[in-house]
C-alpha cells in the first residue's frame, strides 16, 4: 500500500574469527571455539534482555484504555505458567505488553545461563517479538512504541542468537601433517598432487578409513572437527563460519579437509562451507586451475549441491602484495576474480569472493566503495565478503555516524554494481595486455630487492632480510602484543614472516616500501612500451587501474624518504647497499605517478587529505627521530624490556596513529 515501506530482509551479517583463527596459532583449537560461541551467545542475549526491560519500561499501555491481541493475553497467561519463579510487578496487573516484556526478559536470562525453560533458537524470541508488533499495528500503537520494537527486530534479524558467525581458519600444511600420522605415511605432505588425490579419493569414498588420531597435530585437528560438530548442534548452524584453507596450493587441499571432517564425525562434512584461500602470486594465477578440478570432481560436487551450489573463495591481499609487490599482487588478484567467475559461471556455481583485506594500500586497504567499482564487472553479484582489521575497526567504525556512513557507502556500491554493472569496453582487452607487461616488469623489480632473485650475488636475499630487522623496529613490533598471531609462521626467513609485521615495520620507517616498491619500474615498462598517454587513457578509463594509481600516489605522499634514510643508517654497510636502490626506485615511482596524472604535485587533486598530511607531519617527524636515537640505546643496552622499550612503544603507536593506514 501507499506509504507503507514492505519489511526488507536483512542485508548485514558480521563474523569475526577471533577464537577461531587457528593459523600459526597453537593456543587456539576446540576448546577456544567452543568459549567464543558461548561468549558470543551470552553477550547478545544479555543486551536483548536490557533492551526487552528497556521495551518493557516504553509499553505500558493499560488494557482498560487500549486494546490487544486475544493471542498475548494468551501468550502472557501461557508464560506465568511457565515460569512461576519470574517476579512481575504487581501494578503491571492490567499492562499486558509490560508483562510479556518482562517474562521474555527472564525467558532470555535462563537461554543465557542454559537453564529451562529458555529460547531454544532465536525464531521462538522473533516470534514473541512479532505478537507484540501485530498487536500494536492493529490496535492503532504504531506511534506507541512500535519503532523501537522494529529496531530489536532488526537486530534480531542480524544477530540472531550467535551475535557474529565464527569462521575457522588453519594453514593447509598442518592438515597435511594431520594426514601423514592418520594415514601412517610420513611422506604424505610431499606426495604428488595426483598421488594424493588417488589416497582422498578412496577415504572419502569409504573404501579406506583413517587411524585413530594418537598424536599432534593429528589429534587436535580431529578434536576441531568434532568440536564444529558439537557446537553446530548446540549453537545452530548460523553460529558457524566457513572453514578456511590458508596457503591453498592444490585441490588436495580442500579434499583434505573433507577427509578429516568425515573422519572426527563421519559425513560431519556435508554441513561446512570449505573455502579455499589463495595468497601468494602464484597461487592466485593457478586458483582457476584449483577450482576447476574441485568443481570436476563428483565428491566435491556432491558436496556442493548439498550446499546449494554456493562456493566461496577468499583472496589474499597481504601475502600476495608481500610475495610479488604492490601491482603484480593487484592485477593477480584482478584477474583471478575475473577468471573465477567465468569458471563458475559456466559451472552453474553461485561464487562469493571474500576480500582478505588489510588497513594500508599494500594489504588491500582504501575506500570500500571505490574498491566495489573497480572489481571486475560481474564479479559481485549481490554478495560481498571483506575482513575489516586492526586500527580500520576503530577510524570507520568506532563513531555511530561515521559507523553508519561506512556501511552505507558500502551497502551502496553493492547495489549499484549489482543492479547497474558497468557496460562493456572493448578497451579492455588492450588494457590487460598493458598491465600485464607492468606487472611482469614490477614483480622482477621487488623480488630482486626482497628475495635477491636475478641477482648474481646469492647472499642477495639474505642481507636484505637482515636489513629489514636493523633498518626497521621489527624487534619492537614482534615484541608488541597487538596480534591474534604469532609474528611468524615458522622459520626465519621473509617467506615466513606475516604480512600485517612487514607492512608495519615499513610503514614506522616513513619509506612505505611495501606499498610502492617496483610500481615505477611497472609503470616505466608500461609508458616505455606502449606510450604515456596509452597509460593516461587507461588511467582515466579504467577503474581499476585509477584505483591503483590514486592508493599509490597517497602512499607516497605520506612516505618521508629522507626520514627513511635516517632509519636505513642504522643498518651500518648494509645501508649503501640497499638504500640507494630503494630511494632510486621511490624517485621512479613519484615521477611515473605525477606522469601519468600530468600533475606537479603528489594529491594536487584531493587538496583535503593534502592539508591533512601536512599538518600531521610536523607531529609524527619528531616521533621518528626519536624512535631512531630509542632504537639505537635499546639494541646497544642488549633489547631489555625496560624504560627504553615502554618510550619505542609509544614512539610506535604515536607514528601509527599519526600515519593512519599502517598496518
Known amino acids: 500500500a501507499y506509504g507503507q515501506c514492505p519489511r526488507l530482509p536483512c542485508v548485514l551479517k558480521f563474523s569475526t574469527w577471533v577464537g577461531g583463527d587457528m593459523d600459526g596459532n597453537p593456543n587456539v583449537g576446540a576448546a577456544t571455539i567452543e568459549s567464543t560461541l558461548a561468549h558470543l551467545r551470552g553477550q547478545i542475549l544479555e543486551r536483548y534482555r536490557s533492551e526487552v526491560l528497556t521495551l518493557a519500561r516504553i509499553l505500558s499501555q493499560s488494557s482498560e484504555r487500549v486494546a490487544v491481541n486475544p493471542a498475548l493475553i494468551a501468550r502472557v497467561a501461557h508464560y506465568r505458567v511457565l515460569l512461576p519463579r519470574a517476579s512481575v510487578n504487581a501494578r503491571y496487573g492490567d499492562m ?28 521462538e524470541f522473533a516470534a514473541d517479538l512479532q505478537l507484540i508488533a501485530s498487536s500494536l499495528r492493529e490496535h492503532k500503537g504504531i506511534h506507541a512504541g512500535l519503532y523501537p520494537l522494529a529496531q530489536l527486530q532488526r537486530r534480531l534479524d ?92 592444490d585441490y588436495c587441499d580442500v579434499l583434505s579437509v573433507l577427509a578429516l571432517a568425515d573422519c572426527a564425525v563421519r559425513a560431519s562434512s556435508s554441513a561446512l562451507d570449505v573455502v579455499p584461500l589463495f595468497e601468494t602470486v602464484d597461487d592466485l594465477r593457478a586458483a582457476v586451475v584449483v577450482m576447476r578440478q574441485l568443481f570436476e570432481h563428483p565428491h566435491y560436487r556432491a558436496h556442493l549441491a548439498g550446499r546449494g551450489d554456493q562456493q566461496m573463495v577468499m583472496l589474499g591481499y597481504s601475502d600476495s602484495s608481500k610475495d610479488g609487490g604492490l601491482l603484480a599482487s593487484r592485477w593477480a588478484l584482478q584477474r583471478a576474480q575475473v577468471e573465477l567467475m567465468d569458471l563458475a559461471n559456466a559451472a552453474g556455481i553461485a561464487l562469493t569472493f571474500f576480500h582478505g583485506r588489510g588497513g594500508s594500500v599494500s594489504r588491500g586497504g582504501g575506500k570500500t566503495e571505490r574498491a566495489v567499482n573497480a572489481a571486475p564487472r560481474g564479479s559481485v553479484q549481490g554478495r560481498l565478503r571483506l575482513t575489516e582489521q586492526g586500527e580500520v575497526i576503530h577510524r570507520k567504525y568506532g563513531m555511530r555516524a561515521l559507523a553508519i556512513r561506512n ?91 606475516r604480512a600485517i609485521p612487514w607492512v608495519f615495520g615499513w610503514a614506522q620507517t616513513r619509506c612505505g616500501l611495501s606499498a610502492w616498491y617496483g610500481v615505477g619500474a611497472g609503470l616505466q615498462a608500461g609508458i616505455a612500451q606502449f606510450g604515456l598517454e596509452a597509460v593516461r587513457e587507461m588511467a582515466r578509463d579504467w577503474a581499476f587501474f585509477d584505483t591503483l594509481i590514486d592508493d599509490v600516489e597517497m602512499v607516497l605522499a605520506k612516505a618521508d624518504i629522507d626520514i627513511a634514510r635516517v632509519y636505513s643508517e642504522l643498518a651500518g654497510p648494509l645501508h649503501t647497499q640497499f638504500f640507494p636502490r630503494i630511494a632510486a626506485e621511490f624517485a621512479a615511482t613519484l615521477q611515473s605517478v605525477l606522469a601519468i596524472k600530468d600533475a606537479a604535485e603528489v594529491l594536487s587533486r584531493d587538496r583535503r587529505l593534502a592539508l591533512s598530511i601536512r599538518l600531521r607531519n610536523p607531529y609524527v617527524d619528531p616521533l621518528s627521530l626519536m624512535q631512531v636515537d630509542l632504537l639505537k640505546r635499546w639494541r646497544a643496552a642488549g633489547r631489555p624490556e625496560d624504560a627504553l622499550f615502554r618510550g619505542l612503544l609509544s614512539t610506535v603507536n604515536g607514528i601509527a596513529q599519526g600515519l593512519q593506514n599502517t598496518g
Open 407 to 497: 556501511l552505507e557507502q558500502a551497502t551502496s556500491a553493492v547495489l549499484r554494481a549489482t543492479l547497474r554493472p558497468r557496460a562493456p569496453e572493448p578497451r579492455e582487452e588492450k588494457w590487460r595486455e598493458m598491465i600485464g607487461v607492468m606487472s611482469a616488469a614490477s614483480s622482477a623489480a621487488y623480488r630482486a630487492l626482497v628475495y635477491g632473485e636475478g641477482l648474481q650475488n646469492p647472499q642477495a636475499g639474505a642481507d636484505f632480510v637482515e636489513y629489514f630487522r636493523l633498518a626497521t623496529p621489527i624487534d619492537v613490533i614482534e615484541r608488541m602484543r597487538i596480534g591474534s598471531r604469532p609474528a611468524r609462521r615458522g622459520g626465519g626467513g621473509l617467506e615466513n614472516l
Open 96 to 123: 499486558p505488553y509490560r508483562q510479556l516484556l518482562t517474562l521474555m526478559a527472564a525467558r532470555l536470562h535462563n537461554s543465557h545461563k542454559a537453564r529451562l525453560p529458555g529460547y531454544l533458537q532465536a525464531a
Open 158 to 249: 542480524c544477530f540472531g542468537f550467535h551475535f557474529a558467525r565464527l569462521d575457522q581458519r588453519q594453514d593447509s600444511r598442518v592438515h597435511a601433517r594431520a594426514l601423514a600420522e592418520l594415514l601412517t605415511d610420513p611422506d604424505w605432505p610431499t606426495r604428488e598432487t595426483q598421488a594424493r588425490a588417488l589416497v582422498l579419493d578412496a577415504v572419502l569414498a569409504g573404501k579406506r578409513s583413517l587411524r585413530r588420531a594418537v598424536a599432534e597435530p593429528a589429534r587436535s585437528v580431529v578434536a576441531v572437527f568434532k568440536s564444529l560438530s558439537t557446537q553446530r548442534t548446540r549453537f545452530g548452524a548460523n553460529a558457524l563460519g566457513p572453514y578456511i584453507i590458508s596457503m591453498t596450493r
